[in-house]
């Protein structure tokens, strides 16, 4: 499918996702990318830029399309991610500051301890767009590597933990099972779903990443809200729910179940290793490990369907398993953050109105400041005249 869908005869707009990061949201359209991100003093400030490629040409390959938007997804969410996390550095330096000069302390996290939280949180806290090719721009080289990061963490908390927490079930229990046999893999599949909502429950705990989520429930607010064809008002944004069927938390869910179902059938299939048996658990991992791919293209075509043809019905119930999971990882927002999602979606469609009716060349990325969202409201409306 495209970027745009076609309705009544007319081109209607075209898809949008987004990404909660630090104090800030990213939005993402076929032609535009944005981060917006609330500073300490209470201004936003905005990152902007085109996406300089244009349509992949895996963007129309069922399953292949699936692993390519999720690569071009992890890419732009390392972008978003450095940039939030520069700008609350340097809030959070200035507060240390701050602090030390009037005989204090602050007692928070490290930054880097923050982001790595966030990088694992980023799993979590998208609604994608349908694939719209690479996201190349002018820092892609520079980002941090959050995809290197991702595979580790899908390795270890999709493959790896599960595996080996069922194996010591299994032994505790004396169950005795086969490492290969449908009654491991579903054993597997159970502690895969314990381990993800186990750590969606603690992170959650976590008050930056807490204030995160609470970022993913304003990203998924104002999506709704664009999708909707209402004006995009804070007051608009607040009646929306916080949940999104194309989130990445649903497409995690997905996965999860996919897998289990995946790994029942062709566990069995799987050449048994000699050995000790910690080498056999370690060999089994690493044989799981190259359908990755396979597993999320399958998970992303579903997802894919699920969100264009259940969305009323009785198939609605495909969506509730993520729907369930969502309300870990949103939380209600308050009206400033409502704010910085917009601020991101109306910078975003600003690029899609401007790129395409004036045929705005490729730049480099526009950072705008803003004491306040009004502000930016009104720089907006002078822009457009």
Same mark, same amino acid.
């Given at each position: 499918?495209?970027?745009?869908?076609?309705?009544?005869?007319?081109?209607?707009?075209?898809?949008?996702?987004?990404?909660?990061?630090?104090?800030?949201?990213?939005?993402?359209?076929?032609?535009?990318?944005?981060?917006?991100?609330?500073?300490?003093?209470?201004?936003?400030?905005?990152?902007?830029?085109?996406?300089?490629?244009?349509?992949?040409?895996?963007?129309?390959?069922?399953?292949?399309?699936?692993?390519?938007?999720?690569?071009?997804?992890?890419?732009?969410?390392?972008?978003?991610?450095?940039?939030?996390?520069?700008?609350?550095?340097?809030?959070?330096?200035?507060?240390?500051?701050?602090?030390?000069?009037?005989?204090?302390?602050?007692?928070?996290?490290?930054?880097?301890?923050?982001?790595?939280?966030?990088?694992?949180?980023?799993?979590?806290?998208?609604?994608?767009?349908?694939?719209?090719?690479?996201?190349?721009?002018?820092?892609?080289?520079?980002?941090?590597?959050?995809?290197?990061?991702?595979?580790?963490?899908?390795?270890?908390?999709?493959?790896?933990?599960?595996?080996?927490?069922?194996?010591?079930?299994?032994?505790?229990?004396?169950?005795?099972?086969?490492?290969?046999?449908?009654?491991?893999?579903?054993?597997?599949?159970?502690?895969?779903?314990?381990?993800?909502?186990? =750590?969606?429950?603690?992170?959650?705990?976590?008050?930056?990443?807490?204030?995160?989520?609470?970022?993913?429930?304003?990203?998924?607010?104002?999506?709704?809200?664009?999708?909707?064809?209402?004006?995009?008002?804070?007051?608009?944004?607040?009646?929306?729910?916080?949940?999104?069927?194309?989130?990445?938390?649903?497409?995690?869910?997905?996965?999860?179940?996919?897998?289990?179902?995946?790994?029942?059938?062709?566990?069995?299939?799987?050449?048994?290793?000699?050995?000790?048996?910690?080498?056999?658990?370690?060999?089994?991992?690493?044989?799981?490990?190259?359908?990755?791919?396979?597993?999320?293209?399958?998970?992303?075509?579903?997802?894919?369907?699920?969100?264009? =043809?259940?969305?009323?019905?009785?198939?609605?119930?495909?969506? =509730?398993?993520?729907?369930?999971?969502?309300?870990?990882?949103?939380?209600?927002?308050?009206?400033?953050?409502?704010?910085?999602?917009?601020?991101?979606?109306?910078?975003?469609?600003?690029?899609?109105?401007?790129?395409?009716?004036?045929?705005?060349?490729?730049?480099?990325?526009?950072?705008?400041?803003?004491?306040?969202?009004?502000?930016?409201?009104?720089?907006?409306?002078?822009?457009?005249?």
């Amino acid at each position: 499918m495209s970027d745009s869908k076609v309705e009544n005869g007319t081109a209607a707009r075209p898809y949008i996702g987004g990404q909660a990061v630090l104090e800030g949201v990213m939005m993402r359209s076929p032609s535009s990318f944005a981060v917006a991100v609330r500073r300490a003093d209470g201004s936003i400030c905005i990152r902007e830029r085109p996406v300089t490629t244009g349509p992949s040409k895996w963007a129309k390959v069922p399953l292949v399309r699936g692993m390519a938007t999720l690569v071009e997804s992890l890419k732009l969410g390392s972008e978003a991610l450095k940039f939030s996390a520069e700008l609350y550095e340097k809030d959070l330096d200035a507060a240390e500051k701050a602090a030390t000069k009037a005989g204090g302390a602050l007692s928070s996290l490290t930054l880097p301890l923050k982001a790595f939280g966030l990088a694992l949180a980023n799993l979590f806290t998208r609604a994608d767009a349908e694939p719209a090719g690479g996201g190349g721009g002018e820092d892609e080289g520079r980002a941090p590597n959050t995809g290197a990061i991702m595979t580790i963490v899908a390795v270890v908390f999709l493959i790896a933990l599960p595996q080996l927490l069922a194996w010591g079930a299994s032994s505790l229990f004396h169950l005795e099972l086969d490492l290969r046999s449908a009654k491991f893999q579903l054993l597997t599949g159970f502690f895969k779903l314990v381990v993800v909502l186990g =750590y969606l429950s603690i992170i959650r705990r976590v008050p930056e990443i807490r204030r995160v989520f609470q970022y993913h429930g304003a990203e998924h607010k104002t999506i709704s809200t664009y999708e909707a064809g209402d004006a995009l008002l804070v007051q608009n944004a607040r009646k929306q729910t916080t949940l999104h069927p194309r989130c990445g938390t649903t497409f995690l869910v997905m996965t999860v179940l996919v897998s289990i179902i995946v790994w029942t059938v062709l566990g069995p299939l799987l050449p048994k290793v000699g050995g000790p048996k910690l080498v056999e658990q370690l060999a089994f991992i690493a044989m799981k490990i190259p359908f990755l791919p396979v597993l999320a293209g399958i998970t992303f075509e579903i997802q894919r369907f699920t969100a264009k =043809y259940c969305l009323t019905g009785p198939l609605k119930v495909l969506l =509730y398993p993520g729907f369930l999971v969502q309300k870990i990882t949103t939380i209600e927002p308050d009206d400033d953050q409502l704010e910085i999602a917009l601020a991101s979606m109306r910078a975003t469609i600003w690029r899609e109105q401007v790129g395409v009716d004036k045929a705005l060349p490729a730049g480099p990325a526009e950072v705008l400041a803003f004491p306040s969202y009004a502000s930016l409201v009104e720089a907006e409306a002078i822009r457009a005249a």
